[in-house]
Each structure stands twice: as structure tokens, then as C-alpha cells.
């Protein structure tokens, strides 16, 4: 099962706990915006992935769970 | 004239020579060319007047809608409207001709190849089909809201040939079976006036079964957007929205929505009349048929013209006169878009995958051509200016980013900062994708495209600071907030 | 059972509990202000200030549970659960009673919406957060109020104290986001 991050960039308001939480995975901008890349959230941090989801403050945070690309 | 008859209505001779501003330069048009104009036929007519109603169906004929088709809360429906009360043909049997017979049309317009014409190239039998399929009634809105300041074709279409795109969205209507139909456009007094008389004609006339409401969007580079439309026809601001969901499975009113700029409609409406195969008979069998291109910067005759797809960009540019001095590069698509140094671009073939050949893209058919004695880097910084103040200012890379990046390109053109065309760079990976429309991203492909078709000129000013260039009088428009009102 | 019931034990565990509660109640609250100033440190990274102040707003709920629930079940007066929910119903000390119903029944509503949401949505979910600006004041004065302690010392200290923190993290917070509402930095 493919697990995938995705943020809407229009509720994030640059809170930064997605990064915080999963630093390996999901970068800041020099502005403090999220880089959430495209891939696959690695297997050691899936876990990880439906918290950062919850905590978001503004709920931006979206997780798309595939068997498909 | 009935959708029975699809595809065997004869195209009028080709007795207009091509329309308007021809130029000083001969025209070299492809070996086989086709007749040519076909939306801009009608033009002919004369450049100041719109061809009235009488005079569209004189040269193109009648709208090809059966003649039973009517419209009610549910939907669309075959046959003779009082008599399904009489039960001699129900309801539901009125429901199901009008979709086959809508499907049949949908099935033409995916033969014909057409795509669509505001910028991003899909499939429009693909996209009719797939609103089509959708649960419940559906809508159609017809994007006249030309946000690009580069391109004035939708604009021409619809104040020249207005018809042909009324009968595109009565047309998309049927195919999807729309209850509603709207045409967005710049929210401009005379422009809104003026269409709502035509349509007021048409409805005289009992043409149109699905009344069209015309919509004033502001002029704004991010209004025009496809969900921007979407969510200000749902009582909200003309601003972007996140997707999914896409708006051809819920748009307007939570309903399947089908957008389809106005060319592509103005196009269906003529594929609706002459069939699939007559529309392939201009263009490549890849990107089969016509469209419309408005040409500008430094040439003869700026103007909106028509071609066939595949035409290569010299080709064009000679129709409108040829470079009125050498051509430096050429920015294919608008401030969207991408630049491509004169020699690159020359032969490159105008269609999707002919321009995506050379790192290029269609976008909404805008060729603007940079003289040599212009700087390009000035002009993009104007551009970058333009496009940072025009976002959406929903997303924080694009509220942040877009300013900086214009900041790091002027500094670049204006200032001979050495490290500037690095910062361009970097600023380009941090913006691209990260918003939740494609405007960011315009702005890093013009941006990233001008530091590899200058590069040149990236060498020289870093070095040196300004060239003699900059003085020149800007080539790209930028409007300024007066035009607005 | 019954002295213990009726005695002056369950009636020091009401005004424990309840003492409890306002310090927790007091922690989340100053927490809250925090994480909505964005505050955040090396030691103290946001998505901890976040965790903290929901767990302590879980842990006053428990104990808020314990404070109404010793007081329902003491004999010594007569107030019942619907009092403690039914703001004003209780014939025993009814206005400063009536305030803690208040302030119980903000907290219950509070947490129940945090933890649902996700489904409910964020628009929703702040609108509703913000009844905790009504609920800890309130709180704190039915402790004033109804408390039979303020004669002693230091639990008037601890009131203030905890007023003081919930002034100081209130005014961070304000000064905070002021300026730019909603940008990064």
C-alpha cells in the first residue's frame, strides 16, 4: 500500500508541525511553507504520516492511501 | 437540419480572401492548405460590425440541433413537448433519444480530434464524455475570460463572431445535457451588453433551449482560471481553488461542470455542422483542425489570425508581416509560456506536441516576437513583476516567492548582480508545483526558460550590468491597474 | 461507607480535585495561547506545545470528572448531575454553581470537538475552540466564588498565579499575530 502526502497550499498558513514531526521526509521553505515531495512516504515513517495529518492546525495536510500510482 | 445529417452539410466556398489585416509579406501556407479561414469566415463580412444572426446562418447554416429538442428542470429531451403528457411518448423515451442523439455528437467530437483551445490542450470529446457520464443535471460554461494580456483571440471571437460560440455552448449543452450554460467573459459594460443582445436575438428567434447567462469576471490573470470561474459562479471570490475535485465532477452548484474556452466551442459548433473528417482536413493528424493565434511584439501586423495547426512559427509570423526587425526569440504562450531563441523556434511546427518537441508549450496560441535590439531579460523581469503582483495570493510560496523572483531577474537585467542568475534558478525549483494553481509554475517556466534562451545575455550582464536594451520601450504588455476600468 | 460519604473526606476531594483542574485548565490554556502565537523552541518544538496542551486539557477533563463527580455523590448537600450540567438549576450555592455548569459543559463541548476534527472541519472546529476565551475565566471565578478556601492563603496565590500566567501567554499572544494573521514568519 502506497501511502502519499499532499497539502493544500491554500489552507497552509506555514505552521510547520508536518516538518517538525517528519523532518526526513518533508522540508521548510525559506518562508515556511512545507516542500512535500511527490513520492511515497518511506515505510519507517508511515506511521508518522496520519499523525502529521491530524496535527496540522489548519488541516492542509491531505494522505492519499493507493495501490495505484 | 437535424444531428442526423451530421457531417453532410457542404462547407461554402472559399470566396473571402483570408480575413482582415493581411500583410505586406506573402503568406506561405502549407502545400495542402485547407480553406482557410473557418472561424473567422464570417469576418468577412467587415471588420467593424459582428456578423448578425442572418448573415451566421447564411454562411454556416442553421444551429445543428434537432428540431425537437427541448429542456426542462431534469434535463434535455427528443420529441414533441406536449406529448408525453398525452403518454404517446413518454418521458423518459424523450430522455433517452435526446442521449443518444447527444451521444452520437459527443462521439464526433471525439473523432474530430479537437482539443482545447484555452491553453492546456485536453481532449474535448474526452471531457464532454466524461461530464456527460456524470450523475445528475450537469452545466456548461463557455471561458471567454481571457486573463493573458498577450492574447486577444477570445476577445475577437467574441465580438466578430459571437454566434458561432452561442451555438458551441448550446451544442456542448446537448452533448452533456446541461441545464444551465454560462459564458464568462471580461466584465467589460459594452462587451456584456452587446452579448446579451445577441442572445436576446437567438432567444427571440427560440434558438437556444438552455437560456445563456452571461458572466462579468474581472480582468485579473488568475480570475480566468477554470476553478476561479467555477467558485465565483458559486457565490464566492474569482480565485483559484484546491482540486480535487475536479469541476467536471463537481463544479458549479456541486454539479459535473464542462469548461471549455470559447474557441473550442466556436470550433465544435463547426465540427457539429461539417463533421469530424472535414475538420481533420486542416492541421496534422495529431493535432488535427484550426486556431486562432494572436501574434505580437515586434512585427508588421499584430493581430489575431488563424491557422492550421502545425503551421511552423515563422509561418505564422509572416502572416502577420513578418519581423519588423531580426528577431531575437519568441515567447510561445504567453507570460505563461515559455522562450525560445529565434532559430529554435523558426520551424518548430505550432501544436502541442510539435512545441512540447522543443521545450516549449501551445499554451492559448500566443506567439510574441523579441526584436534583437530588445533585452529579453528586461522584458521578462517586467513580466515576472507582473505575474508576482497578479497571484492569486492564496498560496504562501507564491505570495513570497513570486516578488523574489522577480527581485533576483531584475537584478539580473538591471543591476549586474553575478550571483542573480543562480538565485533565478534556485527560485525557480522553490516555486514550481508548490501552489494550488499552475501559476507559479507559468511564472518558472518564463523565467527559467529566458536564462537558457538568453544565456548570452545572462553572461553579459553579470558581468556588466545593464544593456543598452533595457531602454527600450517595453515590447511584452503589461497592463497597468488604469486599463482595468 | 456512609461517614465517608457524608463526612468531610469526599468534600476534600472535591476541593482538590477542583484546585487540580484549575491548574490544568490553566497549563492548557497558557499552552493553547502559545501554540497559537506559534511559539517554538529547540526544546519546545510546535508539534510538542500542540501535544501538551491536549494532553493536559484530556488530564483537566479527568479531573474535572472526579470534582463533579465527588460532588454528586456527597451527601452534605443536595446537588444532583443534572445540576451539574443544567447551569443555574442547583439549590445550593446557585450562581457560582451555575458557573462551573457553565464552564464544565464549555470544556466537555471543547475537547468532544477537537477530537472529531477532522470530520467536522477547521472552519467549525475554531469557531467552537474559541468558547475556551468563556470557558477558563468562568472557571475561575466559580472557583473564587464557590470555593470555602479563600480564606487560606495560598490557594488565593495559586488563583492569581494562574491568572497571571493565562494575562501574560494572552498578551504574547496578541502581540504575536497582530501584524501579519496567517503569513509564516
Given amino acids: 500500500m502506497s501511502l502519499r502526502l499532499r497539502v493544500n497550499m491554500i489552507k497552509c498558513t506555514g505552521h510547520g508541525l508536518c516538518a517538525e514531526l517528519m523532518p526526513e521526509f518533508i522540508g521548510l521553505d525559506p518562508w515556511g511553507y512545507p516542500i512535500v515531495p511527490r513520492a511515497d512516504v518511506p515505510e519507517d515513517l508511515a506511521d508518522l504520516a496520519p499523525r502529521a495529518v491530524s496535527d496540522c492546525p489548519t488541516l492542509a495536510l491531505l494522505l492519499d492511501r493507493g495501490d495505484r500510482d | 437540419m437535424t444531428l442526423a445529417t451530421l457531417g453532410e452539410q457542404e462547407y461554402p466556398p472559399d470566396d473571402a480572401t483570408p480575413a482582415t489585416w493581411s500583410s505586406a509579406g506573402q503568406p506561405r501556407l502549407p502545400e495542402h492548405a485547407a480553406p482557410l479561414p473557418r472561424l473567422l469566415a464570417g469576418l468577412a463580412e467587415g471588420r467593424s460590425r459582428s456578423a448578425g444572426l442572418e448573415a451566421h446562418e447564411r454562411r454556416f447554416g442553421p444551429l445543428p440541433l434537432p428540431e425537437d429538442a427541448w429542456v426542462d428542470a431534469t434535463g434535455w429531451n427528443l420529441g414533441e413537448s406536449g406529448r408525453h403528457r398525452r403518454g404517446r411518448r413518454s418521458r423518459a423515451h424523450q430522455a433517452r433519444s435526446a442521449r443518444r442523439a447527444a451521444t452520437r455528437l459527443i462521439d464526433v467530437a471525439e473523432r474530430s480530434g479537437l482539443t482545447g483551445r484555452g491553453g492546456a490542450g485536453f481532449p474535448t470529446g474526452r471531457k464532454l464524455r466524461s461530464v456527460a457520464e456524470g450523475s445528475g443535471p450537469t452545466v456548461v460554461v463557455a471561458n471567454g475570460a481571457e486573463g493573458e494580456p498577450a492574447s486577444r483571440k477570445d476577445r475577437v471571437l467574441l465580438t466578430r463572431a459571437p454566434h458561432l460560440v452561442l451555438d458551441g455552448i448550446t451544442l456542448a449543452a446537448f452533448a452533456v445535457g446541461a441545464t444551465r450554460a454560462y459564458l464568462a467573459v471580461h466584465d467589460e459594460l459594452r462587451l456584456v451588453a452587446g452579448l446579451e443582445a445577441t442572445i436576446a436575438a437567438r432567444s427571440v428567434a427560440g434558438i437556444d433551449p438552455v437560456p445563456i447567462e452571461v458572466v462579468g469576471i474581472e480582468p485579473r490573470y488568475t480570475a480566468s482560471e477554470q476553478t476561479s470561474i467555477v467558485q465565483y459562479l458559486n457565490g464566492g471570490p474569482a480565485l483559484p481553488t484546491f482540486t480535487p475535485p475536479r469541476t467536471h465532477e463537481r463544479g458549479v452548484a456541486g454539479r459535473p461542470t464542462a469548461v471549455n474556452n470559447v474557441e473550442t466551442l466556436a470550433h465544435l459548433a463547426l465540427i457539429a455542422r461539417y463533421g469530424d473528417r472535414w475538420f481533420r482536413q486542416a492541421g496534422l493528424p495529431a493535432s488535427p483542425g484550426t486556431a486562432l493565434v494572436t501574434v505580437s511584439g515586434d512585427v508588421a501586423f499584430p493581430a489575431v489570425y488563424e491557422i492550421e495547426l502545425g503551421t511552423p512559427v515563422g509561418d505564422a509570423v509572416n502572416r502577420a508581416g513578418g519581423p519588423t526587425e531580426r528577431p531575437r526569440a519568441v515567447l510561445m504562450g504567453g507570460y505563461f509560456g515559455t522562450w525560445l531563441p529565434a532559430g529554435l523556434a523558426w520551424p518548430a511546427p505550432m501544436s502541442h506536441p510539435g512545441l512540447r518537441e522543443v521545450g516549449a508549450a501551445m499554451g492559448a496560441g500566443i506567439l510574441i516576437v523579441l526584436g534583437e535590439s530588445s533585452c529579453g531579460l528586461a522584458e521578462t523581469a517586467r513580466v515576472l513583476r507582473y505575474l508576482a503582483d497578479e497571484g492569486a495570493g492564496q498560496c504562501g510560496p507564491c505570495i513570497f516567492g513570486l516578488p523574489a523572483l522577480a527581485d533576483a531577474m531584475a537584478e539580473l537585467a538591471f543591476g549586474g548582480d553575478p550571483t542573480a542568475a543562480r538565485r533565478v534558478a534556485g527560485l525557480v525549483r522553490l516555486v514550481e508545483g508548490r501552489g494550488a494553481c499552475r501559476h507559479p509554475d507559468g511564472a518558472a517556466s518564463l523565467a527559467s526558460s529566458a536564462i537558457s534562451a538568453f544565456a548570452p545575455d545572462v553572461r553579459w550582464h553579470a558581468g556588466r550590468g545593464a544593456c543598452h536594451g533595457v531602454r527600450r520601450p517595453p515590447v511584452l504588455p503589461v497592463p497597468s491597474d488604469l486599463e482595468y476600468w | ?185
Fill in chain 3, 1 to 185: 461507607m456512609k461517614a465517608l460519604l457524608h463526612g468531610p473526606d469526599l468534600w476534600y476531594l472535591t476541593r482538590a480535585a477542583g484546585l487540580v483542574t484549575l491548574v490544568l485548565l490553566t497549563a492548557s490554556m497558557v499552552l493553547g495561547l502559545l501554540n497559537a502565537g506559534r511559539f517554538a523552541t529547540r526544546r519546545w518544538p510546535r508539534f510538542l506545545v500542540q501535544g501538551m496542551h491536549r494532553n493536559l486539557s484530556l488530564l483537566a477533563l479527568a479531573f474535572l470528572t472526579v470534582h463533579i463527580g465527588t460532588t454528586v455523590i456527597d451527601t452534605y448537600t443536595s446537588i444532583s448531575v443534572g445540576n451539574a450540567i443544567l447551569p443555574f438549576s442547583s439549590p445550593y450555592k446557585r450562581f457560582w454553581l451555575g458557573l462551573g455548569a457553565i464552564a464544565s459543559d464549555l470544556l466537555i463541548v471543547i475537547v468532544v470537538s477537537s477530537l472529531v476534527r477532522q470530520r467536522i472541519g477547521h472552519r467549525l472546529w475554531r469557531v467552537i475552540h474559541w468558547a475556551a476565551y468563556a470557558c477558563w475565566p468562568v472557571a475561575v471565578v466559580h472557583g473564587l466564588g464557590t470555593g470555602t478556601d479563600h480564606g487560606k492563603i495560598w490557594v488565593v496565590a495559586l488563583t492569581y498565579t494562574c491568572i497571571g500566567a493565562v494575562v501574560m501567554a494572552g498578551t504574547y499572544r496578541a502581540v504575536k499575530l497582530l501584524p501579519d494573521r496567517g503569513l509564516a514568519r
